[in-house]
Protein backbone atom coordinates (compact mmCIF):
# COMPACT_ATOMS: atom_id res chain seq x y z
CA UNK A 1 0.00 0.00 0.00
CA UNK A 2 2.75 2.77 1.17
CA UNK A 3 4.90 1.82 -2.23
CA UNK A 4 1.51 2.45 -3.98
CA UNK A 5 1.22 5.83 -2.41
CA UNK A 6 4.95 6.75 -2.96
CA UNK A 7 4.32 5.64 -6.62
CA UNK A 8 1.74 8.38 -6.76
CA UNK A 9 3.52 10.91 -5.23
CA UNK A 10 6.55 10.65 -7.62
CA UNK A 11 4.38 10.66 -10.39
CA UNK A 12 2.84 13.93 -9.14
CA UNK A 13 6.38 15.26 -8.75
CA UNK A 14 7.14 13.67 -12.73
CA UNK A 15 3.59 16.17 -13.67
CA UNK A 16 5.81 19.37 -11.69
CA UNK A 17 3.24 19.28 -9.18
CA UNK A 18 5.02 21.30 -6.46
CA UNK A 19 2.85 20.26 -3.46
CA UNK A 20 3.61 16.57 -3.93
CA UNK A 21 7.37 17.23 -3.79
CA UNK A 22 6.78 19.69 -1.10
CA UNK A 23 5.59 16.62 0.48
CA UNK A 24 8.82 14.83 0.00
CA UNK A 25 10.33 17.62 1.09
CA UNK A 26 8.35 17.46 4.46
CA UNK A 27 8.52 13.91 5.31
CA UNK A 28 12.33 13.35 4.43
CA UNK A 29 14.42 16.87 4.88
CA UNK A 30 14.34 16.18 8.87
CA UNK A 31 15.60 12.85 8.76
CA UNK A 32 18.28 13.63 6.03
CA UNK A 33 19.41 16.75 7.77
CA UNK A 34 20.29 14.94 11.27
CA UNK A 35 21.86 12.65 8.76
CA UNK A 36 24.47 15.54 6.73
CA UNK A 37 24.81 17.30 9.74
CA UNK A 38 26.01 13.61 11.40
CA UNK A 39 28.45 12.73 8.69
CA UNK A 40 29.55 16.55 8.05
CA UNK A 41 30.21 17.83 11.63
CA UNK A 42 28.40 21.34 10.43
CA UNK A 43 24.69 22.51 10.51
CA UNK A 44 25.84 25.41 8.09
CA UNK A 45 27.37 22.67 5.51
CA UNK A 46 24.37 20.40 5.84
CA UNK A 47 22.00 22.67 5.28
CA UNK A 48 23.70 23.71 1.89
CA UNK A 49 23.86 20.11 0.82
CA UNK A 50 20.04 19.61 1.45
CA UNK A 51 19.38 22.55 -0.48
CA UNK A 52 21.24 21.23 -3.24
CA UNK A 53 19.63 17.55 -2.75
CA UNK A 54 16.51 18.79 -2.85
CA UNK A 55 16.93 20.82 -5.94
CA UNK A 56 19.01 18.77 -8.03
CA UNK A 57 15.73 16.10 -7.49
CA UNK A 58 13.45 19.13 -8.30
CA UNK A 59 15.86 19.59 -11.50
CA UNK A 60 15.99 16.37 -12.72
CA UNK A 61 11.86 15.08 -11.47
CA UNK A 62 11.09 14.13 -14.87
CA UNK A 63 13.35 10.64 -14.26
CA UNK A 64 12.44 10.72 -11.37
CA UNK A 65 12.05 6.56 -10.95
CA UNK A 66 12.47 4.29 -7.69
CA UNK A 67 12.91 1.26 -8.64
CA UNK A 68 12.64 -0.18 -4.88
CA UNK A 69 11.54 1.14 -1.98
CA UNK A 70 11.26 5.75 -1.34
CA UNK A 71 12.89 5.38 1.72
CA UNK A 72 15.76 3.51 0.46
CA UNK A 73 16.37 5.61 -2.76
CA UNK A 74 16.28 8.66 -0.78
CA UNK A 75 18.85 7.31 1.74
CA UNK A 76 21.25 6.21 -0.76
CA UNK A 77 21.18 9.38 -2.57
CA UNK A 78 22.02 11.31 0.37
CA UNK A 79 24.95 8.52 0.59
CA UNK A 80 26.09 9.24 -3.03
CA UNK A 81 25.70 12.99 -1.99
CA UNK A 82 27.95 12.80 1.01
CA UNK A 83 30.44 10.91 -0.38
CA UNK A 84 30.83 13.65 -3.28
CA UNK A 85 30.71 16.19 -1.23
CA UNK A 86 33.92 14.79 0.98
CA UNK A 87 35.78 13.95 -2.21
CA UNK A 88 35.33 17.67 -3.69
CA UNK A 89 36.18 18.83 -0.40
CA UNK A 90 39.80 17.87 -1.45
CA UNK A 91 40.36 16.14 2.45
CA UNK A 92 40.70 19.71 3.98
CA UNK A 93 41.95 19.24 7.75
CA UNK A 94 38.44 20.07 9.12
CA UNK A 95 36.79 17.02 7.13
CA UNK A 96 39.84 15.06 7.49
CA UNK A 97 38.15 13.14 10.90
CA UNK A 98 34.37 12.87 9.54
CA UNK A 99 35.56 11.63 6.68
CA UNK A 100 37.15 8.63 8.30
CA UNK A 101 34.39 8.14 10.65
CA UNK A 102 32.05 8.27 7.56
CA UNK A 103 33.70 5.57 6.21
CA UNK A 104 33.36 3.36 8.66
CA UNK A 105 29.36 3.66 9.74
CA UNK A 106 28.49 3.94 5.75
CA UNK A 107 28.23 0.10 4.48
CA UNK A 108 26.38 0.00 7.74
CA UNK A 109 23.79 2.40 7.52
CA UNK A 110 23.52 3.26 3.92
CA UNK A 111 22.43 0.20 2.47
CA UNK A 112 20.30 -3.18 2.58
CA UNK A 113 21.53 -6.51 0.99
CA UNK A 114 19.04 -5.63 -2.44
CA UNK A 115 20.38 -2.19 -2.83
CA UNK A 116 24.38 -3.36 -2.38
CA UNK A 117 23.34 -5.40 -5.33
CA UNK A 118 21.73 -2.95 -7.33
CA UNK A 119 24.66 -0.57 -7.10
CA UNK A 120 27.10 -3.37 -7.91
CA UNK A 121 25.61 -4.07 -11.20
CA UNK A 122 25.27 0.02 -11.68
CA UNK A 123 28.90 -0.06 -10.75
CA UNK A 124 29.96 -2.58 -13.45
CA UNK A 125 28.00 -1.18 -16.15
CA UNK A 126 29.14 2.18 -16.02
CA UNK A 127 33.37 0.40 -15.60
CA UNK A 128 32.64 -1.02 -18.71
CA UNK A 129 31.15 2.26 -20.42
CA UNK A 130 34.37 3.77 -18.75
CA UNK A 131 36.87 0.79 -20.33
CA UNK A 132 35.10 0.85 -23.44
CA UNK A 133 35.63 4.96 -23.81
CA UNK A 134 39.23 4.38 -22.82
CA UNK A 135 40.21 1.46 -25.21
CA UNK A 136 38.53 3.65 -27.60
CA UNK A 137 40.62 6.77 -27.12
CA UNK A 138 43.55 7.79 -29.83
CA UNK A 139 46.42 6.31 -28.37
CA UNK A 140 48.47 9.00 -27.27
CA UNK A 141 45.27 10.25 -25.61
CA UNK A 142 44.95 6.87 -23.94
CA UNK A 143 48.23 7.16 -22.76
CA UNK A 144 48.44 10.56 -21.22
CA UNK A 145 45.21 9.91 -19.29
CA UNK A 146 46.18 6.41 -17.88
CA UNK A 147 49.46 8.47 -16.72
CA UNK A 148 47.21 11.20 -14.92
CA UNK A 149 44.69 8.43 -13.62
CA UNK A 150 46.54 5.25 -12.71
CA UNK A 151 50.06 6.45 -12.71
CA UNK A 152 48.96 9.72 -10.96
CA UNK A 153 51.39 11.18 -12.19
CA UNK A 154 50.99 15.51 -12.50
CA UNK A 155 50.93 17.13 -16.04
CA UNK A 156 54.07 18.47 -16.02
CA UNK A 157 55.56 14.85 -15.34
CA UNK A 158 53.35 13.52 -18.08
CA UNK A 159 54.91 16.29 -20.60
CA UNK A 160 58.08 15.57 -19.36
CA UNK A 161 58.18 11.62 -19.61
CA UNK A 162 56.52 12.14 -23.29
CA UNK A 163 58.31 15.00 -24.39
CA UNK A 164 55.37 16.63 -25.38
CA UNK A 165 54.01 20.09 -23.80
CA UNK A 166 52.26 20.71 -20.12
CA UNK A 167 49.13 22.61 -22.66
CA UNK A 168 49.40 19.55 -24.51
CA UNK A 169 48.68 17.12 -21.67
CA UNK A 170 46.21 19.34 -20.25
CA UNK A 171 44.18 19.22 -23.37
CA UNK A 172 44.36 15.83 -24.09
CA UNK A 173 43.23 14.92 -20.62
CA UNK A 174 40.65 17.85 -21.37
CA UNK A 175 39.11 15.96 -24.22
CA UNK A 176 39.81 12.49 -22.70
CA UNK A 177 37.38 13.28 -19.79
CA UNK A 178 34.94 14.38 -21.89
CA UNK A 179 34.60 11.47 -23.93
CA UNK A 180 33.94 9.34 -20.86
CA UNK A 181 31.68 12.24 -19.17
CA UNK A 182 29.71 11.24 -22.74
CA UNK A 183 30.35 7.62 -22.70
CA UNK A 184 28.39 7.65 -18.81
CA UNK A 185 26.00 10.00 -20.00
CA UNK A 186 22.78 8.25 -18.27
CA UNK A 187 19.27 9.70 -16.87
CA UNK A 188 19.56 8.33 -13.79
CA UNK A 189 21.65 10.43 -11.04
CA UNK A 190 22.48 8.03 -9.25
CA UNK A 191 24.65 6.44 -11.88
CA UNK A 192 26.20 9.75 -13.03
CA UNK A 193 26.86 10.32 -9.27
CA UNK A 194 28.66 6.97 -8.98
CA UNK A 195 30.27 7.80 -11.77
CA UNK A 196 32.25 10.31 -10.60
CA UNK A 197 32.87 8.59 -7.23
CA UNK A 198 34.75 6.22 -9.09
CA UNK A 199 36.96 7.92 -11.51
CA UNK A 200 36.30 11.60 -11.87
CA UNK A 201 37.73 12.74 -8.69
CA UNK A 202 40.80 10.70 -8.71
CA UNK A 203 43.08 14.06 -9.15
Avoid: C
Avoid at 33 to 52: C, H, N, P, V, W
Avoid at 147 to 171: D, G
Amino acid sequence: MQETLDQQLLERIRLTDYEAFEELHRRYYDSLFRTASKKIGSYDEAYDLLQEFFTELWEKRAQFVVTNSLDAYMRNRLWFKLSTYFRSKGFQDKHFRKFAEYLQTTEKEAVDEMEVREINLQYEELMERINKAIEEMPPKMKEVFLLSREQQLTAPSIAEKLQISTKTVNNQLHIAMNRIRAAVADPSVTALELAILVLFTKN
